[in-house]
Each structure stands twice: as C-alpha cells, then as structure tokens.
C-alpha cells in the first residue's frame, strides 16, 4: 500500500503552513535553563536545572519566558492568542 496523495486534493506550500495561525495562535512548551540561551539570546544568565515556560507563537516564534505554565497562558490570553496543545 502507497500513501499516495488525491489527485484533486489541495497542495499548501511550506511557506503557507509555516503561516498558518501566525499572531493568532500560540502554544507553551516547557525547556530548560540550559536552553535560554539559543531562544532567548537577550535574556540573562541562568542557575542551570532550572524547569522554565516559553510561550511560542504558531511559527515556533519564541515570545516570553517565565517560571509557570500559567504566567505564560496568561500571557497568551493578553495577547489575545488562542493556545493550541502539540503531542
């Protein structure tokens, strides 16, 4: 068995799926201390181990960081973005 596509179904480009929800939707992903530093360039030295929250827009856009999921939903909801849960 193949896993082949329709020949009448609709085609997105990488570049419109990259855009799809952009400054609508958001999502919350928990990192490291260690990583701050490659999403969060401008942000100050870290204690290592530490368990952090970044709230990404729809593109994998890093907008904020903070200590708690909930700081960060709140964030989004502020922000009048929509958060989508990713498995």
């Known amino acids: 068995m193949t896993n082949a596509i329709a020949p009448n179904t ?4 990488l570049e419109s799926l990259a855009s799809l929800g952009a400054g ?3 999502y ?23 368990k952090l929250f970044a ?6 856009t890093p907008i904020m960081l903070t200590d708690s999921r909930e700081a960060a939903l709140a964030n989004a909801w502020s922000n009048e973005l929509q ?3 990713l498995h």
């Open 10 to 13: 609709p085609r997105v480009s």
């Open 83 to 85: 958060t989508v849960s």
């Open 28 to 50: 919350v992903k928990q990192i490291r201390s260690e990583d701050v530093p490659n999403l969060f360039p401008q942000a100050p030295e870290l204690a290592p181990g530490l």
């Open 24 to 26: 609508q939707l958001a």
């Open 55 to 60: 709230l990404h827009g729809a593109d994998g």
